[in-house]
């Protein structure tokens, strides 16, 4: 912990280099000035880059190199040495279990949480032409494009927002899959050509939420990211987060989940839980809709009964 000549602690916020990371450590800093500012704390905060392992081999296929938390692991470190404070993560990229001495410290307001294509023509899903070709690496978009439309050829494509976007032009794609988060936090939505539903396409689990990593015994952020914190959001994201834990998923397999809430309730609010587990042909999509109270009994209960119908069988042959 160090102070400015003021006396005032000064907040270290380490992230990664990418414009995407670079751009929503920025707004969450301002949000934190501002509470901090309001609550008369006096807090001064810090940018540190970090370059992680997942940078520096973004041109290897991530998959192959196996990493769970690719991107997170060096965070981690710096978190637990005291080189930094707070990590802003993208929920989606966060880990299921951190390193022992390290929480959540926040979950923020959700922006969507949706796909979307961003196309050469304009224009959604149907409208693209026959056997188009659309950038994705993700088999879970792949999976439930190919399911919707299965003339499309899908190509594995890499790299930051930036770069797949650029991509699309100098690559001849005709549509790339984005999350719609990505792009509005990068102030991009005019390039967003059409949001994809989720009944054609579930979701990553917690995206377009943020996770706000601090150390278990640090008191005074801790305090300081609980202001920054949206119950609706951190209930609805524990509940998917549960789902994949359930389903032991990386991010390298066909899983999707997106919970919602649906009431609020005398005894608390009611969630409903999408769960979705596909192959990667998309040829078989597997789905289950639940409701309960409970976030993470919520997620077990959509996984357990998505195992039951045989996603244990999809993942094991992917070897997810
Ligand atoms: N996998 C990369 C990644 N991690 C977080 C986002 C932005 C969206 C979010 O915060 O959920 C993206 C880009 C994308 O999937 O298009």
Redesign the pocket.
Known sequence: MSNNSNGQRVIVVGTRQSA?ALT?TGQVIDELKRISEQEGLGYTFEIRKIVTKGDRILDVTLSKVGGKGLFVKEIEQALLDGEIDIAVH????MPFQLQEGLMNGATPRRVN?L?CLVTKEGGDLDSLPQGARVGTS?LRRSSQLKNRRPDLQLESIRGN?DS?IRKLETEGFDAV???A??LS?MGWEDRISALIPEDVCIP?V?????GIECRENDEQIRELLSLLNDRETEITVRAERSFLGTLNGG?QVPIGAYATIVSEEADGPLLELTGMVGSPDGETLLKEIKRGKDPEKLGKEVAESLIASGADRILAEIGG
């Open positions: 995407l929503q993208s929920m989606k990229d949480p796909d993700s927002i797949r899959v984005l999350a988060a990505g936090r990553a917690g995206q377009g939420a943020l991010c």
